[in-house]
C-alpha cells in the first residue's frame, strides 16, 4: 500500500504516512512481531478498500439518478416542442449530447423553463378562446345559463397551427351573432311599426293568448289525467309524479307564475302519460269490471239467487272491446247493481225475521236455530251488515273527494259482519248475551229446515213459513 511519509509542510495535515510512521513507532516501543504487523496492516489495506468501494457505489448511484434525470429532461424537452410545435427547440438534446452530464442538464434547464412558461401562456390563449366560442354558442343555441365552468383545454396540442383553427371558428361564430342580432334588431324594429300602426301592444298581446292556450291544455291534460287514475285506482305515490301537472288544473291565466309550469316539454310530457293510460285502460276495465261481477256473484250466491255468470262477463268483455260505453258509465252501472242486490239480500232477511217472528206469535215459543233464538241472530246481522254499509259509504266519500291514502285506511270486514248464510256454512258468532254460538248444519229439535227454493221465494213471490217445532 503506497503511503505518505511526510507532514504537509504547509498546512500541517496529518495525512496517511504520518499515521503509518506513528504506529510504527508504537509497534517499536511495545515490541509488536513482524507477523502482527503484517495482520495489522492488512486489515488497515482492507478497511481503506471498502471505503474506496463505498464511494465508488455512491458515485455511481448518483450518476444513474442525474442520467435518469437528463432522460426525463429530454422527454419533457420533446414533448413540450411537439406540443407547442415550436421547432427551434429541436437541436437542443443533440448539440450538448457530448458534454458532461451536468453540462447537459445546464444546458436543458433554461429551455425547459422556457418552453414551461411558453405552454402556459399558450394555454390560458386556447382556454380563452374555446371559452369565447362555448358562450357564443350556447347563445346560439338559447342556452347560455346551462354552461358550466371553463371548457378542458387539450395540452397535447397547443401548436400555433390549432390556435388559427379556433380563431377561424371564433371568427364564424361572432360573424353568425352578429348576423343573427341584426335580424333580432330587424323584427323588434317590425314589431315596434307594427304596434305603432295598430295601437296596441301587439308583442305581449300574442303572448298572452299563447299562455292561454298553454294553460287550457294542461288543464285539460290534468282532468284526463285525473279521471283516468280513479278508474284504474293509481297509487298516491304515481300520482305525485305529476303534481306539477295537475297544481294548475283550476288556476286561471294570471295566476300561473311559476318559471316553465307552462313549458311545451311538460305539456308532451302529460300527452305522453295520457297516451299510455288510455292504452292500459282496457285492460284495467276488463279487471275492475270483473272485480265486481265477482262481488255480484258472491251476493247472489249467498241470497241463493241463480243468474248465469258466463253470460254476464261475454256481455261485458263485448261492451269494453265494442268502446260504445263510457268506463266509469259501465262501473258506475254494476256498483248500482251490486247496491240493488245487496238491498235484496238484505229483504230476505227481512222476510225471514217476519215470518218467524208469526210462527213463534202463533206458537207461543221461540224458535231456535242450533239453540240460538233465531231472531237475535238475525237482529246482529241486521246491525254488522249496517255498521259495515256504512263504513264502505264512509271510505267511497273519502276517495271521491281525492283523501290521501284510502287504501291504508280501509279494514278487513270482521267476520261477526259477514252474510247469515255465511254463518251458517261454519262460521262461530256471539249472541247479545255474550256467549259464543257454533253454526254448524245441525239442525235444532224444534227446527224444520227451509229449503233452498222456499229460502229465495222472496223472489218468485211464494211466502214460506217455518214448520211447527
Given amino acids: 500500500m503506497a503511503v505518505m511519509d511526510a507532514q504537509n509542510p504547509l498546512l500541517g495535515e496529518t495525512t496517511c504516512g504520518t499515521l503509518l510512521q506513528k504506529l510504527q513507532e508504537i509497534w517499536d516501543e511495545v515490541g509488536e512481531s513482524d507477523e502482527e504487523r503484517d495482520k495489522m496492516l492488512l486489515q488497515i489495506e482492507q478497511d481503506c478498500l471498502d471505503v474506496y468501494k463505498r464511494k465508488v457505489e455512491q458515485a455511481a448511484k448518483s450518476r444513474a439518478e442525474l442520467l435518469s434525470t437528463l432522460s426525463d429532461a429530454k422527454l419533457e424537452l420533446s414533448t413540450l416542442v411537439a406540443a407547442l410545435g415550436d421547432k427551434s427547440f429541436l437541436g437542443v438534446d443533440t448539440v450538448k449530447a457530448s458534454g458532461t452530464i451536468k453540462e447537459q442538464l445546464a444546458a436543458i434547464a433554461p429551455a425547459l423553463e422556457q418552453l414551461w412558461k411558453q405552454k402556459e401562456e399558450r394555454v390560458k390563449e386556447f382556454s380563452d378562446v374555446q371559452s369565447q366560442i362555448q358562450k357564443i354558442c350556447g347563445e346560439i343555441a338559447g342556452s347560455a345559463c346551462e354552461q358550466t365552468g371553463a371548457p378542458a383545454v387539450d395540452e397535447s396540442d397547443l401548436s400555433l397551427k390549432k390556435m388559427n383553427e379556433y380563431q377561424a371558428k371564433l371568427q364564424e361564430l361572432q360573424k353568425e351573432k352578429s348576423d343573427r342580432l341584426y335580424k333580432v334588431l330587424d323584427f323588434v324594429g317590425t314589431v315596434h311599426d307594427l304596434c305603432a300602426v295598430l295601437g296596441v301592444d ?44 295537475t297544481c294548475n288544473i283550476s288556476a286561471s291565466v294570471d295566476e300561473v307564475t311559476v318559471p316553465g309550469a307552462l313549458a311545451l316539454d311538460l305539456i308532451e310530457q302529460a300527452e305522453v302519460e ?150 251458517l256454512n261454519g262460521s262461530r258468532s256471539t249472541g247479545k248475551d255474550g256467549k259464543r254460538y257454533s253454526m254448524s248444519l245441525a239442525a235444532p229439535a224444534n227446527f224444520v229446515a227451509i229449503s233452498k227454493e222456499d229460502s229465495a221465494s222472496h223472489v218468485s213471490g211464494t211466502d214460506p213459513v217455518p214448520a211447527s217445532p
Fill in 202 to 245: 301587439f308583442f305581449i298581446s300574442d303572448l298572452n293568448e299563447d299562455k292561454k292556450q298553454r294553460l287550457h291544455k294542461l288543464q285539460e291534460l290534468a282532468t284526463k289525467l285525473i279521471d283516468l287514475w280513479n278508474l284504474m285506482d293509481t297509487p298516491e305515490d304515481e300520482r305525485r309524479l305529476f303534481d306539477h301537472v
Fill in 274 to 423: 295520457v297516451e299510455r293510460l288510455d292504452q292500459l285502460k282496457s285492460n284495467r276495465m276488463k279487471e275492475l269490471a270483473f272485480k265486481r261481477q265477482v262481488e255480484l256473484e258472491e251476493i247472489f250466491a249467498h241470497a241463493h239467487i241463480e243468474i248465469d255468470p258466463e253470460a254476464a262477463r261475454e256481455k261485458i268483455m263485448a261492451l269494453i272491446d265494442s268502446g260504445n260505453v263510457e268506463p266509469t258509465e259501465l262501473l258506475a252501472d254494476m256498483d248500482n247493481q251490486i247496491a240493488k242486490a245487496k238491498e235484496e239480500a238484505l229483504s230476505m232477511v227481512d222476510t225471514l225475521v217476519a215470518k218467524t217472528r208469526a210462527w213463534e206469535e202463533n206458537r207461543g215459543i221461540t224458535f231456535n236455530y242450533d239453540g240460538v233464538p233465531l231472531l237475535a241472530m238475525l237482529d246482529e246481522y241486521a246491525i254488522l251488515r249496517q255498521e259495515r254499509e256504512e263504513e264502505k259509504r264512509r271510505l267511497r266519500d273519502q276517495k271521491k273527494f281525492g283523501e290521501q291514502q284510502t287504501q291504508n285506511n280501509k279494514k278487513p270486514a270482521s267476520a261477526q259482519g259477514q252474510p247469515l248464510l255465511d254463518q
